[in-house]
């Protein structure tokens, strides 16, 4: 922690000179109101559901008629406002922001402190004079630093998963295996509720299957998180908000789900009376579906007598399928003024399975070489994450000064494994008649230790510090042992000890932060921040021989900084760059090698190191009448990037080198092995063209280069994609929404990736007083399935796989609301947001 001190004392004192400059120039700046000894404060809030809207407008003018500005701030990230050193007498208040209409309040300014009160600004086109009128939020909304797509309002998430609403959120894609990617990349972080989740940390795929979309307020895509948040996620963050609890009185929800596809049930309760508030949801739901697949590989690396390359030819199917429960606890204190306290559980057990058959033929021209079999494989994981996360947070009287204090523990274990059996020939049979057999079981122990404290201090009223302090502790590791037969020279299966592995890992992260926000001049608000993170880490690897402590110490300064100005109140140009770093973590490392597949393996490298990301971006924002409009252009750059590398199994040291793979293996990995650029223009807009009819959309182009002198590769190409969203409000209570996304190939290191295509309409009714919905969900109607396919392109060899995912399905869903239902205060969260995993690829087994 000592280090960690010393880090933030040297960026507030780079901050100090800095910043020296700019108070001395003050007085030079535009002229804001007369001196006095008079304040108002107040806070923004949305009028749908009583959350702070962050970065509102809020301008002072004279009394009507007078329409000339005195002064204006934007409110903070929790709604609120201050206006000091205020002359004595009658004003107005008129706060905007983009996505919702205009209030106007009269105000008389005192000698003292005023309180404005809330204003409570309805969403774009439910404004009627100075009156609010209740409306329907957009499902899409454009703010300075961020898009959020407000999942509660889309009818057609019902009785789905996180994975369905992420599909339909700006930027994003999720491709048939649940992969997601943000513009393209899926190097980012996922937070939920602004703090990490173990579940997602380690297995993004199950996650989202076990969250159901009915517990999901909204998603907000950052692509230039500023210092505040972890240097980790080079193309941005995805934070997934979930409903929360009640300001006062008890309300709860109850609901449940199912189709071809999956089925879940899950329930909440928030109360709240007096200084404490509770708040208890969980759930419980099972997935399952089919699965098909097929690769064609041409092998230049082994040649038939004839001179021509040998041939691989696979075909796979069978089912997959698991299930998931999660559950929630969260209990607020407020014991005075000033001060509240915070205390949050959370658990996640998960487990499933893929079963398929996959048929092998190997042609080389040659006895020795060529195969033919079948392999019936089962992949097993299980996993059980919980945390407990404490807070403090301690505000003042002097408005947005805020101290807080967290601290959380988390256990993230998980299991995995696989059972081979393969047959000769070209037909499965019982496993008596099995020709080898292969059983591996393992384990992922992880735990997570995290303290953090951030202080936010305003130094005037157009000028703000914030600066923090993080430690994080991480263990994790993966066990494995393999059991193999084969027949006639075993009676059963037995360990081979030479294929087992104990890997452990360790990471500790310290970092400081520190943020200076300010107001240059009326329509110019500008943030300069800078985060320092130093890493240690070592690694541990028996094979079963103990290799040699692999360890690495190393310290990263990450800036970043934006502009925005504002041409009126409704339209904005922003310009923002920031640095951030990628720490590979288990998925990348384990040393495991997956032998489930014997001609196409893999395995992942202790010894990769962190990836740097410098991006740039210009956005414009609009609003006109109902119709929002953002416009970017940006440009990531990442050096030493890691990348999935496949190549023969000759030109690869395993870790379990004793078992070398034989002619026509290939092997995947990781390595840091190029340097990538990204220049993408982006696309989004929302308009409601009557009073029932919602509807946004947008676009991503992307021109991508990918070099790598160590490969010996250059690529180049364009890639793009496109969603739609539109709703529409029917008579007696029905509403009707549709969906579609479609993308190009993408560009990859050694090949390119498939194709997708994704669409869903819904329909829904609500009954019961507004109290109960019922929603019909179909996905895909016109076609059962889609093939993800994707191409391989090397010296060695060229490989072109399908993935069959099956989309057509139908979701049927009922929910029922009970008790008042308003929002409760914010609370702050930890976000560690800093490592590299995830995905759906179980540790070794799968």
Do not use: C
């Not at 939020?137 to 789905?160: C, F, L, M, T």
């Not at 101290?403 to 256990?411: E, F, N, T, Y």
């Not at 090949?751 to 996905?779: H, I, S």
């Amino acid at each position: 922690m000592l280090y960690s001190y010393r880090l933030l004392l040297a960026l507030l004192l780079a901050a100090s000179a800095f910043t020296s400059p700019v108070w001395a120039q003050q007085p030079a700046l535009p002229a804001g109101p007369p001196a006095g000894t008079g304040s108002i404060t107040g806070v923004v809030l949305d009028s749908l559901n009583r959350q702070p809207v962050p970065y509102a407008t809020v301008v002072l003018l004279p009394p009507a008629p007078n329409e000339k500005a005195i002064t204006g701030i934007a409110a903070d990230d929790n709604g609120r406002f201050t206006f000091t050193k205020l002359v004595s007498g009658p004003a107005r208040l008129r706060i905007s922001y983009v996505g919702y209409g205009t209030q106007t309040r009269a105000v008389t300014i005192t000698a003292g402190a005023t309180d404005a009160g809330t204003f409570r600004l309805p969403t774009a086109g439910t404004a009627l004079a100075e009156a609010v009128i209740i409306g329907t939020k957009p499902v899409v909304e454009v703010r300075p630093d961020r898009i959020v797509y407000n999942a509660e309002q889309d009818v057609s998430n019902a009785g789905g998963t996180a994975a369905d609403v992420l599909r339909k959120a700006p930027l994003l894609a999720v491709d048939g295996d649940d992969k997601v990617t943000l513009r393209g990349s899926s190097n980012f972080r996922v937070l939920v509720n602004g703090k990490p989740s173990p579940t997602f940390a380690n297995n993004l795929a199950d996650a989202l299957k076990s969250l159901p979309a009915d517990q999901i307020k909204s998603v907000e895509i950052i692509t230039t998180p500023p210092a505040k948040y972890d240097g980790e996620g080079t193309a941005g963050i995805i934070n997934i908000v979930l409903k929360k609890g009640v300001d006062r009185g008890l309300n709860g929800r109850v609901g449940l789900g199912g189709g071809n596809r999956g089925l879940n049930s899950n329930a909440s309760l928030n109360f709240k009376k007096g200084k404490v508030g509770l708040s208890v949801s969980g759930g419980t739901g099972r997935w399952y579906g089919p699965q098909e697949s097929a690769r064609d590989r041409t092998d230049f690396f082994v040649r038939r007598p004839d001179g021509s390359p040998a041939q691989l030819t696979q075909t796979g199917s069978g089912r997959f399928g698991g299930r998931w429960g999660y559950g929630n606890l969260t209990v607020d204190y407020d014991p005075a003024e000033y001060h509240s306290f915070s205390l949050s559980a959370g658990l996640n057990p998960y487990s499933g399975s893929g079963q398929q058959v996959l048929r092998n033929r190997y042609n080389a021209g040659n006895p020795v070489l060529d195969q033919l079999f079948v392999r019936d494989t089962e992949n097993l994981f299980s996993g059980f994450n919980g945390e407990v996360t404490g807070t403090y947070t301690r505000t003042f009287k002097q408005a947005r000064r805020e101290w807080s204090i967290l601290g959380q523990a988390a256990d993230n274990s998980g299991t995995f494994g696989y059972d081979v059996n393969q047959f000769d020939g070209t037909i499965a049979r019982p496993v008596e008649q099995a020709s080898y057999r292969e059983r591996s079981r393992g384990r992922t122990p992880g735990t997570e230790f995290t303290l953090q404290t951030d202080f936010v201090q305003p130094l005037s009223e157009k000028q703000t510090l914030e600066m923090g302090l993080k430690s994080i502790w991480r263990r994790t590791g993966s066990v494995a042992e393999v059991d193999t037969f084969l027949a006639g020279q075993q009676a059963g299966l037995a360990r081979s000890r030479q294929r087992s592995t104990n890997f452990d890992y360790r990471q500790n992260v310290q970092a400081a932060y520190a943020t200076y926000s300010f107001t240059p001049f009326k329509k110019l608000n500008m943030s300069l921040g800078a985060r320092a993170e130093r890493t240690n880490l070592t690694a541990n690897l028996f094979t079963p021989v103990r290799q040699p402590e692999f360890g690495q110490t190393y310290t990263s300064l990450l800036p970043n900084g934006n502009a925005q100005y504002a041409f009126s109140e409704m339209t904005s140009l922003r310009l923002a760059y920031s640095r951030r770093i990628t720490r590979p973590f288990i998925d990348y490392l384990n040393p495991f090698v997956d032998r489930s597949d014997t001609l196409n393996l893999r395995t992942g490298n202790p010894e990769l190191n962190p990836e740097l990301t410098d991006s740039y971006e210009l956005s414009y924002n609009t609003l006109v009448k109902t119709a929002t409009l953002s416009v970017s252009a940006s440009v990531r750059r990442t050096d030493n990037a890691i990348e999935a590398v496949r190549r023969p199994a000759a030109d690869v040291a395993l870790p379990d080198d004793s078992r070398r793979p034989g002619p026509g293996v290939i092997v995947e990995t990781f390595q840091n092995v190029a340097a990538n650029t990204n220049y993408q223009l982006n696309f989004y807009g929302s308009v409601k063209p009557n009073k029932n009819w919602d509807l946004s959309g947008g676009s991503n182009v992307e021109y991508i280069v990918r070099r790598s002198p160590a490969l010996g590769i250059t690529r180049r190409g364009v890639t793009a994609g496109l969603n739609v969203n539109t709703s529409y409000k029917l008579p007696k209570d029905f509403t009707a929404s549709a969906f579609a996304f479609a993308s190009l190939p993408s560009i990859d290191l050694q090949g390119r990736g498939g194709a997708n295509l994704y669409y869903n309409l819904g329909l829904k009714k609500t009954f019961l007083d507004k109290k109960a919905d019922f929603v019909v969900n179909v996905t895909a109607p016109f076609n059962n399935y889609w093939d993800y396919r994707s191409r391989l392109e090397t010296p060695s060899f060229e490989d072109r796989t399908v993935n069959r995912n099956f989309q057509r399905s139908f979701r049927l869903s009922f929910s029922y609301r009970f008790g008042q239902a308003q929002q409760g205060k914010q609370r702050k969260s930890i976000s560690n947001d800093d490592v590299k995993g995830g995905g759906g690829n179980k540790q070794g087994g799968q």
